[in-house]
Every structure is written in C-alpha cells, then in structure tokens.
C-alpha cells in the first residue's frame, strides 16, 4: 500500500528555517517524480516545488531561492528545506507523487503537516 | 488571485448533475491536454478524479466527468449526492521556462 506521511511542521518565526520531512512507503521515492503542494488556510492549492526521478528540482517563483527540495534514497524520504520563512508561507504542506505521464497527475498525497510563520 | 479561474460556489440537489468551469489561457489551460481535478473534502488531503482533461483514474466514480474547450476546462458531475459535497480544484500545466502546474482557486459544492 502506497502511504506519504509528512512530518516537521510548527511554528516558527519570520526569516527563520524549517526542514519538513515525507516518508514514503509502497513505492520507490528516486524512481518517482514528487512534489509539494501547499494550501494556506482557508485557500486554494498551489504547487511548490517538484524532484524528478533523474534529480532535476524546479520551484514555483513564490519559493525560488528560499526553498530547497531534496529526497534520501536510502530512507525514502523527500524534504523541503524552507529558509527566510515569511508569513505568506503559513500552509498545509502536503507531499504528493507525480505520475510521470501527466504532469498534473498526482495520485497519492500525505495527511499534510501544517507551517505557521508568526511572531 | 488564482491562476485559473473557477466559480465560488456551486449546489444542486441530490439526483442532478452539476459543472465546474476552470478558465485559463492558451499557456495552461488551452495549449495542454494536462487538466486535472481534484476533491477535498474538510481537513482532507485532496483526491484526484480527473487527469489529462477526462481521464479517470482507476476507482473513481463515472459520474465524474471532464472535457475542454478552448482556455475553459469542465468537471460535470451527474446524479449529485450528499457525499460529493467538497472542494473541487482543477490544475493545468503551465508553459514556463521551468517545470509550472497552476491551481484554480476552488470551488465549493454545496449538496442541498
């Protein structure tokens, strides 16, 4: 059975850093496309960032620069390491597998960890 | 303000059908077979019904349909029940110089 649990949300302070975690079970992480999705409270979705199979890492320009997305093969696990959190980031993060065919295709998601950034 | 345009709120009594409009342009929307929609019920995470524009996924209802005309992608759903009553988000591939998937803004299906 293919489950994503993600981990390491809280609240932390603006300009400060969190590391969120996803472990991935059911399934191989380096041989699938993942992403992050967010969704700020009472809000829509919006896609954060994705790690394809091969490496590759793209951003959305809301996180460009600030967040970093990486996976351990060892662990199965995907992270999103999040530096110079501003207030705008307060959101669900949810992690989610990306079918490679469709690149809007994401067909297993986890329960989501939720980031509040305030003072 | 959204990437993709879809209406507030929908309803429609048990029995009927209803559709959701995701409005985009020919850089998402009109220029890729890439439309997906997804449910969220309260506290859930979201579920995917419909990928590449009327595609279902395995396990999914065919009461859930999609289609798409122009820049204007639509989620029909036929003979309503309470339990579809959610969040509907439709997403598209966008054309960038990176890899790009927009959201529409949601919308929210109330079964009266």
């Known amino acids: 059975e293919v489950q994503l649990v993600e981990s390491g949300g809280g609240l932390i302070q603006p300009g400060g850093s969190l590391r969120l975690s996803c472990a991935a079970s059911g399934f191989t992480v380096s041989s699938n496309y993942m992403s992050w999705v967010r969704q700020a409270p009472g809000k829509g979705l919006e896609w954060v960032s994705i790690?394809?199979?091969?490496?590759?890492?793209y951003y959305a320009d809301s996180v460009k620069g600030r967040f970093t997305i990486s996976r351990d093969n060892s662990k199965s696990t995907l992270y999103l390491q999040m530096n110079t959190l501003r207030a705008e980031d307060t959101a669900v993060y949810y992690c989610?597998?990306?079918?490679?065919?469709?690149?809007?295709?994401?067909?297993?998601w986890g329960q989501g960890t939720l980031v509040t950034v305030s003072s | 303000q959204s990437a993709l345009t879809q209406p507030a709120s929908v309803s429609g009594s048990p029995g009927q059908s209803i559709t959701i409009s995701c409005t985009g342009t020919r850089s998402d929307v009109g220029g890729y077979k890439y439309v997906s929609w997804y449910l969220q019920h309260p506290g859930k995470a979201p579920k995917v019904i419909i990928y590449?524009?009327?595609k279902r996924p395995s396990g999914v209802s065919n009461r859930f349909s999609g289609s798409k005309s122009g820049n204007t992608a639509s989620l029909t759903i036929s003979g309503l029940q309470a339990e579809d009553e959610a969040d509907y988000y439709c997403s598209s591939y966008r054309s960038s110089s990176t890899f790009a998937v927009v959201f529409g803004g949601g919308t929210k299906l109330t079964v009266l």
């Open positions: 989610a597998r990306m079918d490679y065919t469709s690149p809007t295709y994401f067909d297993y």
């Open positions: 590449d524009v009327d």
């Open positions: 790690i394809y199979s091969g490496g590759s890492t």
